[in-house]
């Protein structure tokens, strides 16, 4: 208690501050300026965003062209510090970073928690790859008389476009991987949230990093369409949606300029299977979890709960009774388990999804939302029964789960037909089964695998995270693989004969 009141005062004495984005370096010309308003009340402005010109998207690659090599040769170990000591001053900025959470994303005060967090983790793990990948060579094998190694160096300049649902981490995770392999970033956060991406970037400049190294570029999809287009872009880090991962593809790949590097997390159409070996108390928090927490805005969130025949009823129950004790309501008050889903788009596809699923008269519980939401983008937790999971043409990211009953037989189809969605992001089960756990393991196609366990809240280096198929493609972030994927390496061979090889070319004559 001694720690909860006075942060919990400090965090409201924050309800009148603006906060304001903008491009690192501007021009002289008028940028368009946008409000960034609460999800949970749209009548309240938090902030205001100031978008990128396309000529200011021009220049800021420019200068992040011209002072990559010198980052790049700065090495692992001063990059290492950099990005630590930008950890210790998000730390230190722990109320501003969790008020902001609070209300430019809609987030409870546990998921502002675990956001920050996440971000410090990623920048301290980060750190730790930029020492272990960028601060020797690797010898290889070779004849006597040839000295062969690898180093790894940064690709050149690195765009990062990001998410509203992690502002915060998965702004900062991807800049922070970059960054380490040695690449200067142009960042663009999401449109709906680019003020806790300003706040990191200010604070990473005032850790050391140089402002040409990382600069935030704010605005919405023409900024992105400018940046990608770029022929100097070397690699892209993007978060978000398949659709758009498509375009960005297709952009990039439609350059007269190298080959780009492209790292994509996208959607998923996320599946648990619980058996009738499953503990009952155990699925329930693991499915109101997995579901509801973050209003159902992650991409790693459970939307398709397949149980088992014999056991469904007896677990509905359950699951539904605590579903009808989530609170729902403004995340700024500490009961609350379900805030607001991101904006007015947001909620109205998925009010058309429910209302579609509403006309195949199947059965569907609704929770009511409570009064004094009407300002804000509220969807009423549902859940929703259906036949077979291509029902769902597409991943619905909010507080909506829905279930499907199946036969202990019918385990191998079950399987099947989540695979055939074509996403491959995170699969949940639930089964005291040794064989059932090892079967599904084998065959399922995902990036994340969890079981007897809710399938939310990957950790850094612990769980690294990242999909399959529609779901995305590249290294896991938080992973032993990730930051790699941001280096080109360059294998070196050096002749250490005292002549050279003209010797040996003399010798044969
Ligand atoms: C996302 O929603 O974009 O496992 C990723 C999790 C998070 C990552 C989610 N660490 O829920």
Redesign the pocket.
């Known amino acids: 208690p001694l720690v909860r009141v006075p942060l919990m005062q400090r965090l409201a004495a924050m309800e009148e501050r603006r906060w304001h984005a903008e491009p690192t370096f501007r021009s002289n010309a008028e940028g368009e300026t946008a409000p960034i308003t609460m999800p949970q009340d749209l009548t309240h402005e938090v902030g205001t965003r100031r978008d990128t010109l396309v000529e200011e998207v021009e220049t800021a690659i420019t200068l992040a062209q011209q002072i990559q090599p010198g980052w790049d040769s700065l090495g692992g170990e001063k990059r290492a510090l950099l990005l630590e000591a930008a950890a210790d001053l998000f730390e230190e900025h722990t109320d501003e970073f969790l008020a902001l959470c609070q209300r430019e994303a809609g987030k409870t005060l546990p998921d502002a928690v675990l956001e920050l967090r996440?971000a410090v983790d990623f920048l301290r793990f980060y750190a730790v790859e930029a020492r272990r990948l960028f601060t020797h060579r690797f010898d290889l094998p070779g004849p006597t008389g040839e000295d062969n190694y690898i180093s790894l160096h940064g690709r050149g300049v690195f765009a990062t476009i990001s998410?509203w649902?992690?502002p915060l981490?998965?702004f900062i995770g991807p800049a922070a991987a970059a960054l380490a392999a040695g690449n200067t970033v142009v960042a663009k956060p999401a449109e709906q949230t680019p003020l806790l991406a300003a706040l990191a970037v200010k604070l990473c400049h005032e850790a050391g990093i140089p402002e040409e190294v990382f600069q935030i570029l704010p605005g919405a999809g023409e900024v992105g369409e400018a940046i990608t287009s770029d022929p100097r872009i070397a690699g892209v880090a993007f978060?978000g949606s398949t659709d758009t991962a498509r375009i960005i593809n297709r952009t990039l790949a439609a350059r007269d300029a190298p080959i780009a590097t492209f790292i994509a997390?996208t959607g998923g159409q996320n599946a648990m299977i619980v058996d009738s070996s499953a503990l009952p108390e155990q699925v329930t928090r693991d499915v109101i979890a997995g579901a509801f927490q973050s209003a159902g805005?992650?991409?790693?969130?459970l939307r398709v709960l397949y149980v088992q025949d014999d056991v469904a009823d007896e677990l509905l129950t359950m699951i539904r009774g605590a579903f009808e004790t989530l609170n729902i309501g403004d995340p700024v008050n500490l009961n609350i388990d379900v805030g607001p889903v991101i904006d007015p788009d947001a909620k109205a596809a998925l009010e058309r999804h429910v209302a579609r699923r509403k006309k195949n008269g199947r059965t569907m519980w609704r929770r009511k939302l409570p009064s004094g939401t009407s300002q804000g983008c509220f969807v009423a937790p549902t859940i929703i029964e259906m036949n077979s999971i291509h029902d769902l043409k597409r991943e619905n990211f909010g507080p909506v789960l829905h279930f499907i009953r199946y036969k202990a037989a019918d385990l191998g189809k079950v399987v099947d037909d989540i695979n055939s969605t074509g996403y491959g992001l995170?699969c949940g089960l639930h089964s005291r089964i040794d064989g059932t756990r090892r079967f599904v393991e084998s065959r399922i196609r995902v990036g994340?695998f969890y079981v007897n366990r809710n399938?939310?809240?990957?950790?850094v280096e612990s769980?690294p995270?990242g999909g399959e198929g529609l779901s995305g493609t590249g290294p896991k972030?938080g992973g032993p693989h990730y930051v790699k994927a941001f280096a080109t390496e360059r294998a070196v061979c050096i002749d250490t004969t005292a002549a050279g090889g003209n010797a040996s070319l003399l010798a044969a004559d």
């Open positions: 996440e998410p649902n992690f981490a998965i978060t997390e805005q992650r991409c790693s969130a995170t994340n399938q939310i809240g990957a950790v769980q995270f972030a």
